[in-house]
DNA sequence: GCACCTTTGAAGCCG
DNA sequence: CGGCTTCAAAGGTGC
């Protein structure tokens, strides 16, 4: 039964590995010296291999050192291997030492974790979460406290700050260790990104200064009894929130945090309908939270709650299902419709999948990439973020993937019972439908109109319609990608390096590239191709069409890539990094790989409709 | 107000 | 088992 066994992994948020997170910004500058760097990634990797699995199970370890990784779930079992070997340390992991060497990166959680209330916290909430991990994390060393820790790296670097942001405190936590303390900067600067920010990603809704929780519109001075302004001073600079906003950032696991002493993570077997550990000892906000947000049979037992009505980013109530309940309403006899009302009830939380790794680097860097080009759109941002994923190293990678696995875990023993299927066709049924209907639709017709911009290509922008001419944004994408090229502050995204650079490191991601869209050869062709307009935005062949591969900018920007090296097509089976021919300084960007395996794969263009 | 766009990865479903 | 589909985040955009 999956558990955070040992505290595996929880030993990710040393101070250290947060300082290696925070240098991930100087990337770029590593990538100018891509030669070392890639010598350093195959370091990297055999330390990632190696010691991960140095552990005492040595059977199973040595087996898997002799079979190459199958995709992910090796390095998964390695890093677990690895994280909890780290948590028997006499540090309990905490640190990375020299037999940890091989993770360079910190293990900073996804702050808005889906099936985390982090976001819909009261600050009495996270203080249950943040003073005992301060105060006891070390005595208490338990799998889920290392893994606060690892989750909050924060905790212990700003442990004597603590105390002086007992300006926080909520007077109406119950006890003096229930501070509101907040400490993890997480809300930036105006004018000073802090290094976490990339991980604060919030949700405007839970940050919105002007509608804090009912509960915390009267934070009051616990001595003089006079509402306190909205940015104590010694925290203003990182919280520019309202005194609600401040209450609300979000802890991932804030309301999950046990009382002192109590067992972490029980593992019940009750799914996911019951999906809080019984045995967790659930403080008086994390119940009133859960009392506000769910039925009751859905929050567990506890006194002296009170209502907090924020919501609950991970478990969202469905209104398509409360509505279909009212439809059902008078078509169905009073019983059996309280019957299947009640089913219903119990199904109303939506508990949303866990972000894989991906996502959570979106999370993370979207901020990053929207101040950086000043994009807003989405979708664009999305093309970006998935260009600098690819050309993240394989270590970068790998802490996102152990991040995304951490979080699959840990979800796993939230909702025990829950499964994707939940989602898959339950909650957003309808619109997963018209969804599917519209893609089915497109693809059986292939003159369905697209994308302006794909259809006529930038330069014939006044063939556009209107709304794709308002769409100049794909111009100002453009423009914005070249006012974003390598700028000295970027993540280390090779996507605003000249995509032609030789010098870009091979990265997993595009190795596993090739492979998605061999298997979604459809996502390829239906793409606008953002690489395109990323690396020849004036030409031609990048504004025409991407339909016909020798089309595609991909093959402007990577051609000869695959050529190259087509072994990297293969190597995507190894989305951690984990290739099985030591990575090379010639290796091209995943890019390259795509335009190769965009040559490979003419089937794939084929059955694309055109655009 | 909902769906789409756009990305990758995980997981479910289906033949 | 391979291939396909859906969903996860996010915010502008369209209808």
């Known amino acids: 039964m999956p558990q955070l066994n040992g505290g595996g992994g929880d030993d990710l948020g040393a101070n250290d590995e947060m300082i290696s997170f925070k240098d991930e910004g100087e990337q770029e500058e590593k990538i100018s010296e891509i030669s070392s760097a890639e010598r350093d990634l195959a370091d990297v990797k055999s330390s990632l291999v190696n010691e991960s699995e140095t552990p005492q199970n040595s059977s199973s370890d040595s087996e898997a050192e002799r079979r190459p990784p199958p995709r992910s779930e090796s390095f998964r079992d390695k890093s677990r291997d690895s994280l909890e070997d780290a948590a028997k340390r006499p540090d309990g992991g905490l640190f990375k030492g020299p037999a940890y060497g091989g993770y360079p990166f910190i293990m900073i959680p996804d702050l808005t974790s889906p099936y985390l209330p982090?976001?819909?916290?009261?600050?009495?909430?996270?203080?249950?979460?943040?003073?005992?991990?301060?105060?006891?994390?070390?005595?208490?060393?338990?799998?889920?406290?290392?893994?606060?820790?690892?989750?909050?790296?924060?905790?212990?670097?700003?442990?004597?700050?603590?105390?002086?942001?007992?300006?926080?405190?909520?007077?109406?936590?119950?006890?003096?260790?229930?501070?509101?303390?907040?400490?993890?900067?997480?809300?930036?600067?105006?004018?000073?990104?802090h290094p976490l920010t990339p991980l604060i990603t919030y949700s405007n809704e839970h940050f919105t200064p002007g509608n804090p929780p009912p509960h915390l519109q009267a934070d009051v001075d616990p001595k003089t009894g006079i509402p306190r302004p909205p940015h104590p001073p010694d925290i203003s600079p990182y919280y520019p929130l309202s005194p609600g906003a401040v209450g609300q950032i979000p802890h991932p696991l804030g309301w999950l945090v046990p009382q002192q002493g109590q067992p972490v993570y029980p593992i019940t077997t009750g799914g996911f309908r019951h999906p809080y550990p019984t045995a967790l000892t659930v403080n008086a906000s994390m119940s009133s939270f859960l009392s506000s947000r769910f039925p009751p049979h859905m929050v567990p037992p506890h006194h002296s709650l009170h209502t907090t009505g924020i919501p609950h980013p991970a478990i969202v109530t469905p209104t398509v299902k409360q509505e279909s309940s009212q439809s059902d309403m008078g078509s169905l006899h009073s019983s059996k419709h309280q019957d299947s009302k009640k089913e219903e009830e119990k199904k109303k939380p939506h508990i949303k999948k866990p972000l894989n790794a991906f996502m959570l680097y979106m999370k993370e860097m979207r901020a990053k990439v929207v101040a950086e080009c000043t994009l807003k759109e989405s979708a664009a941002i999305n093309q970006i973020l998935g260009r600098r994923w690819h050309a993240l190293s394989r270590e970068e990678q790998a802490k996102y993937y152990e991040l995304a696995r951490k979080e699959r875990q840990l979800h796993m023993q939230l909702y025990p019972g829950w499964s994707a299927r939940d989602n898959y066709v339950g909650a957003y049924g309808k619109k997963k439908k018209r969804k599917r209907e519209k893609q089915q639709g497109e693809a059986n017709d292939l003159s369905a109109p697209k994308k302006c911009r794909a259809r006529f290509g930038l330069d014939q922008q006044n063939n556009w319609c209107g709304p794709c001419r308002r769409k100049k944004k794909c111009i100002r994408y453009i423009q914005g990608e070249g006012s974003c090229v390598s700028p000295p502050s970027s993540d280390g995204s090779l996507l605003d390096s000249p995509p032609s650079s030789p010098a870009m490191p091979d990265s997993p991601a595009s190795d596993s590239k090739p492979q998605t869209e061999q298997t979604q050869p459809l996502s390829l062709s239906l793409k606008p191709d953002p690489l395109a307009r990323i690396c020849v935005p004036h030409s031609p062949l990048a504004q025409?069409?991407?339909?016909?591969?020798?089309?595609?900018?991909?093959?402007?920007?990577?051609?000869?890539?695959?050529?190259?090296?087509?072994?990297?097509?293969?190597?995507?089976?190894?989305?951690?990094?984990?290739?099985?021919?030591?990575?090379?300084?010639?290796?091209?960007p995943s890019h390259r790989s795509l335009a190769g395996t965009t040559q490979l794969q003419p089937l794939s263009l084929v059955t694309k409709p055109l655009e």
Request: with cysteine; hydrophobic share 35%; net charge positive.
């Open 118 to 193: 982090n976001g819909s916290l009261s600050p009495t909430a996270r203080t249950c979460v943040n003073v005992p991990l301060d105060l006891h994390l070390a005595s208490c060393c338990s799998p889920f406290m290392q893994y606060l820790q690892m989750k909050w790296p924060l905790l212990d670097v700003q442990a004597g700050s603590l105390q002086s942001r007992q300006g926080l405190k909520d007077t109406r936590s119950p006890s003096p260790a229930h501070i509101v303390s907040n400490k993890v900067p997480v809300v930036q600067h105006p004018h000073h990104v």
């Open 544 to 588: 025409s069409p991407a339909r016909k591969p020798s089309a595609l900018p991909v093959t402007i920007c990577q051609n000869g890539a695959e050529h190259a090296h087509p072994h990297n097509v293969l190597q995507s089976s190894l989305p951690y990094g984990l290739s099985l021919t030591q990575p090379s300084t010639s290796f091209l």
